[in-house]
């Protein structure tokens, strides 16, 4: 592959702007920016749960999903389409596999669980809000449905997760109370 970064500073953002796969310079807050920094963000979430130890058969997905997010994050930069729609249909494998040996919810989660539970959770909301931004990006640019797809199926993966994570470390599912109405 040769010396991709050889030289990590180039200086050519120091005025607010950055470049984007296909050529075109933008300004640093560019909604196509936003999005592709939540999913580097997302992607540096899922190497802090990797730390943790997870099982392996979750371990495994997170290091598959790290290479997908890679992938994303390079299309959402404006290179040509690299999502495939098959890696939605395994997220729904992965999400009905995993679900399945845990038992419902009748309430809300608030996060937590272990640190590895907790960082999933968080992973999961810095996935929402790149989900969010990515519906930002489509209503001014062109996105593929297959990435608003992906990413809203990732969340509910990383929400599982985080729920297997937490009963695989002996943590516990704090369940949310609501209040009841001020009288």
């Avoid at 999933?120 to 931004?133: F, K, M, P, S, T």
């Avoid at 297997?164 to 516990?172: E, H, I, Q, S």
């Amino acid at each position: 592959m040769g010396h991709r970064l050889s030289r990590i500073y180039t200086r050519t953002g120091d005025q607010g702007t950055t470049g984007l796969a296909d050529g075109r310079r933008v300004r640093k807050d560019h909604p196509r920016v936003a999005v592709t920094g939540d999913v580097d963000e997302l992607n540096c979430l899922l190497g802090i749960v990797l730390v943790h130890a997870p099982p392996p058969e979750v371990a495994a997905v997170l290091t598959r999903l790290q290479h997908e997010l890679f992938e994303l994050g390079a299309e959402l930069a404006a290179a040509p389409p690299r999502l495939e729609p098959a890696w939605t249909a395994q997220l729904e494998h992965d999400l009905d596999g995993f679900n399945a040996a845990l038992p419902p919810l009748r309430e809300f989660l608030l996060p937590g669980g272990g640190s590895g539970a907790a960082y999933c959770h968080l992973a999961r909301a810095v996935c929402r809000r790149a989900e969010r931004r990515a519906w930002t990006l489509a209503g001014g640019e062109e996105v593929r449905p297959d990435v608003l797809r992906y990413l809203n199926r990732l969340s509910d993966l990383l929400f599982v997760l985080a729920r297997v994570l937490a009963r695989r470390a002996g943590g516990t599912e704090t369940l949310w109370s609501p209040r009841p109405p001020p009288a």
